[in-house]
């Protein structure tokens, strides 16, 4: 703890900054980058409005737990939300870092200099934010421009977006780390499907057998989702801090266990 | 403030050993490099120069021993050591999403310069490394040696005191290497502090003032090349090829010439302060070599003395 306290004093924006710099300079001369970009953020608009809409049109409506009663689409669009956060995240913090780590060496170059591996998952982190926010502020706007949210709400959601892109890429960041090579990463994509499928994103998780509801609590993207679509329909209340907690213990158990092994990996 | 003393050691290296499981890379050596110094490590393949020179880079933490660059501690400050170091390593490790003159910039931020330093610095270090032409170049379609290049330039992009270089020309053609001794020649000029691996004994002969020859995780000798040359070694050489002959059936007979003889798999090193003599010697005995070559001593030689086996294979 207090290591971890030292640790943390040492750090230096400046060199976060250099490592989001890299990033940047990466995204701007390579042009394929760009299609990649924009096919991450087509993905949940697309699901928005094939379920959403097509969906909704059988399902009708649905009563919250407060008793509220709203259309399909409002109960699905910041679940999707959620989900564009998580993703916009997971793509940068999990194939593009793995790349770098592994096969580009470019954390090793970096490590030669005074930046630590803290200030590398750091940077690492704040880069997949700036997409994930990216994708999850334009997904806002076409949320409120189909009425499946107020202005107000939704600018408020975007902080809560914004924890749960630290979230995921943080622990996908912690995972890359753990991978032996690419077949892993089909693991890790059947992973973020299941979770995507079950996590109280296409029905309510009261509506689940209780054994599936209670495993589901447990699992990240459903805090996820209840956070956001808590945010996002003005249903405030004391639970929600709860989610808010359990992101934010993923957010820093992520980043230490990135540092620590990068430099495991990297400085035998 | 205080000034520190200018004549205590950039690097001082007390029985460091590094370990990786039961294998002992490098097993407790001693060394000691002065500020302006151009030391080297030469040694075979897995001798355990690269390692050595991750532990004096702050990359990779000693098992054992004591380790201090410009007197600190790298377990302790590293990051503070790093910010004064040029570390080029064995494998180039070049951005390739950026451009030549970017990787420079990139990394100079690294170290905290401004963007309008790290761009004032990329121009002259483009100058420097002869890569000015190819400043908007990706990294990938570069040579050999102007990677290199651009890895050296990169390596001085903080204006380090103490530049560390890992086979900095190996893989490379003639004329690449001679241009990078050349530019490494003009930095040591300035006042640089060199420290190289090599497994080249020409380019520890012209570059190094000091050197350690290292092998098996050990150093089995220091001091200059000339020192090192006069101590272990005569200072001619004559080389024979005995055509069908092997080497080692004819080193009998050659008893009595010179210091002493050295059978290779190829041919016989017959080492004398007088190689024409020595050869006048063998003719007169009535061998009949199919090739003879006199040459001085080198450090190659050297290193075959010391150890019984060639440095490059
Ligand atoms: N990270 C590592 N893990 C295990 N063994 C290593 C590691 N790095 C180097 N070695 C071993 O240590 C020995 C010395 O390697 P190295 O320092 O690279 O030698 P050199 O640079 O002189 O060729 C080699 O046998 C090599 O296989
Ligand atoms: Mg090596």
Known sequence: MVSTMLAVR??????????I??????????????LVLLSGFFEPLLYLLSIGVGVGALVGELRLDSGRVVSYAVFVAPAMLAVSAMSGALAETTFNFFFKMKYQKTFEAILATPVRPMEIALGELSWALVRGSLYTGVFLVVMVALGLASAGWALLAFPATILVGLAFGAVGMAVSTLMRGWQDFDLLSTGQFALFLFSGTFSPVGDYPAVLEALV???????????????????????????????????????????????????? | MFQLVSDQPLILARGLAKRFGDFTAVDGIDVSVAPGEAFGFLGPNGAGK????????????????????????????????????GVCPQLDNLDPDLSVRENLTTYARYFGLSRAEARRRADELLEFARLTEKAGSR???????????????????????LVLLD????????????????????????GTTLVLTTHYMDEAEQLCDRLVVMDGGRIVAEGSPRALIETYSTAEVVELRFGQIRPADIVGKLEGIGERADPLPDRVLLYTADGDAAVAEVTRRGLQPSS?????????????HLTGRTLVD
């Open chain 2, 292 to 304: 003879v070559l006199v040459r001085r001593s080198t450090l190659e030689d050297v290193f075959l």
């Open chain 2, 167 to 190: 086979e900095p020309t190996t893989g490379l053609d003639p004329q690449a290497r001679h241009l990078l001794w050349e530019r490494l020649f003009r930095l040591k000029q300035q």
């Open chain 1, 21 to 34: 710099n890299r990033n940047m300079g990466a995204l701007r001369s390579g042009p394929s980058y760009w």
């Open chain 1, 10 to 19: 040492r750090l230096a924006p400046r060199r976060v900054g250099a490592v």
């Open chain 1, 217 to 268: 609590q447990a699992t990240p993207l459903y805090h996820a989702v209840e956070l956001v679509r808590g945010v996002v329909l003005g249903e405030l209340a004391a639970g929600l801090l709860v989610h808010v907690a359990y992101l934010a213990v993923m957010t820093v158990a992520g980043l230490l266990f990135a540092a620590r092994r990068l430099e495991r990996l990297l400085c035998p």
């Open chain 2, 50 to 85: 690269s390692s050595t020179m991750r532990m004096i880079s702050c990359v990779s933490l000693p098992t054992s021993g004591e380790l201090r660059i410009f007197g600190m501690d790298p377990a302790v400050d590293g990051s503070a050591i790093r910010a004064r170091l």
């Open chain 2, 139 to 161: 990294v990938e379609p570069l040579s050999g040696g102007m990677k290199r290049r651009l890895t050296i330039a990169r390596a001085m992009v903080n204006d380090p005191e």
